[in-house]
């Protein structure tokens, strides 16, 4: 039986259409509905995503108890029932070889948030004057600085297009070996860093360890390749059918498409099966 639920937002539990905007994207009335029933049916349910707590009101559309549970800046800040339960940091020597690496790079900056509370993002860099670096409409930042001013919960790199992303990335994994670099999403012009050996798949672990559940009742779905530490960490990951070669390859289940609602039908399965002291259909077989 599921008693713990994780999922990835952007292109798992929230479809992102040809015909829209990344930004635009919202859960669906099916969305809320089946989060709804997990949570009535007595499961945790929680996003796992890089995102920020305070960022989640709008995906959410203001529901607060939908999101008290999460494994946010990609697991690096834990949280249970509306309280934080572990915080890990990325410390700031790596960081700022990061930095000087985007500096001497075509492209590239790097962009830190503040993951506990609703502050302004901003940025690292030698090479960007603050209106250069805000050139656009994706991530800007209220302020750019020469140096890394710390560790932090939550840093990506920036990138103003997708052409070099995945050679930056792989780079900066050659050089800077204390973090890993992911890319979330291939709509999604950024570069998730981590501490080395620290993701989602972290986050689920602790979560299952505060509930004082088995690893068996916890529910993963995702789609990237910052979902696959997490789809490893779980016996019963699950991923959508539009999901990365990488990330499918790791997963137990599958499912449909994002965009036909798939996790959205799935989370209402568990709802169901787990009222019934049961795995949910999916899982069976």
């Known amino acids: 039986m599921i008693k713990l639920v994780l999922t990835d937002l952007d292109n798992t539990l929230i479809p992102?259409?040809?015909d829209e905007e990344f930004h635009e994207a919202k859960l669906s009335d099916e969305g809320l509905a089946s989060i709804r029933a997990l949570v009535d049916a007595g499961v945790h349910f929680g996003p796992a995503t890089g995102r920020s707590p305070s960022s989640m009101a709008e995906t959410f559309r203001?529901?607060?108890?939908?999101?008290?549970?999460?494994?946010?800046?990609?697991?690096?800040?834990?949280?249970?029932?509306?309280?934080?339960v572990h915080r890990e940091w990325t410390p700031a020597e790596p960081l700022q070889r990061v930095s000087d690496i985007l500096d001497e790079q075509p492209e590239g900056f790097l962009v830190?948030?503040?993951?506990?509370?609703?502050?302004p993002n901003w940025g690292v860099s030698r090479k960007y004057r603050l209106d250069d670096a805000n050139a656009g409409d994706f991530l800007r930042v209220s302020a750019l600085y020469p140096e890394v001013q710390g560790p932090t919960l939550k840093a990506i790199v920036r990138m103003k297009g997708s052409e070099r992303t995945h050679g930056l990335r792989d780079l900066l994994t050659h050089e800077v070996p204390e973090l890993d670099f992911a890319i979330p999403s291939k709509d999604a012009h950024v570069i998730?860093?981590?501490?080395?050996?620290?993701?989602k798949g972290s986050a689920a672990l602790i979560m299952a360890d505060v509930l004082g559940?088995?690893?068996?009742?916890?529910?993963?779905?995702?789609d990237a390749d910052n979902d696959i530490s997490m789809l490893k960490a779980v016996p019963n990951s699950?991923?959508?059918?539009?999901?990365?070669?990488?990330?499918?390859?790791?997963a137990h289940?599958?499912?449909?498409?994002?965009?036909?609602?798939?996790?959205?039908?799935?989370?209402?399965d568990i709802a169901r099966a787990t009222a019934r002291g049961e795995?949910?259909?999916?899982?069976?077989?």
């Open 238 to 250: 699950v991923a959508v059918a539009n999901a990365s070669v990488d990330a499918a390859a790791v």
């Open 16 to 18: 992102h259409r040809p």
């Open 112 to 119: 830190f948030f503040d993951m506990e509370g609703d502050g």
């Open 213 to 222: 559940i088995s690893l068996d009742e916890v529910a993963v779905f995702g």
């Open 279 to 285: 795995m949910p259909s999916f899982m069976q077989g």
């Open 192 to 199: 998730d860093i981590t501490p080395k050996g620290w993701g």
């Open 62 to 84: 203001g529901e607060a108890w939908a999101y008290a549970t999460g494994a946010y800046s990609n697991g690096q800040l834990v949280c249970v029932d509306g309280e934080a």
């Open 253 to 268: 289940w599958h499912i449909g498409d994002a965009l036909d609602e798939s996790v959205a039908k799935a989370l209402a």
